[in-house]
């Protein structure tokens, strides 16, 4: 601290900015520095992640009953109309209740083609698991379901 002569002539003690100006400075760079590797790092989750999430999604959507997102989710090939698979849906729910999605695993890629194993339980029977080996593409850079689920 410096001793600072008032308009008085009384001696007082005022500290310098100093400290509290490196201080935010160091804060500054910081938040730059997490800043600029969030702008530039890389966000997309690994390819398995990928695929889970593919079957996430394409089961997600079948519930909502939104084709538009079905078909986000799933492979050209397996997309069927919009009314034969909201109808199956339908169909399903009132047999089945809604599905639900409990574990992917077994997750082998190999190129643009990969394996699953989805594990599902319905509404009506929540103890029993049924677990399918679910095929998947790449198309584009997604990946999406390519084979039929449980009904």
Known sequence: MTPVSGAD?????????????AG??????????????????DDAPPPDQQVALA?????????RQSYA????????G???????????QRDSVG????????DV???AID??????????HFDKAPDAKNTVEMTFVREGEAWKVCSPGPR
């Open 9 to 21: 002539g009384t001696s007082r003690d005022r500290s310098t900015a100093a400290p509290f100006m």
């Open 24 to 41: 935010l400075v160091i804060f500054v760079l910081v938040v730059i520095a997490i800043g600029l590797l969030n702008f530039f790092g």
């Open 55 to 63: 079957a996430v999604g394409q089961n997600d959507a079948l519930q």
């Open 69 to 76: 997102d079905f078909r986000t989710y799933t492979c050209a």
């Open 78 to 88: 397996q997309q069927g109309s919009e009314a034969d698979v909201l109808a199956a």
């Open 95 to 102: 047999q089945h209740g809604e599905r639900f999605v409990d």
């Open 105 to 107: 695993t077994d997750i």
């Open 111 to 120: 190129g643009d083609r990969a394996t699953a194993k989805v594990t599902y």
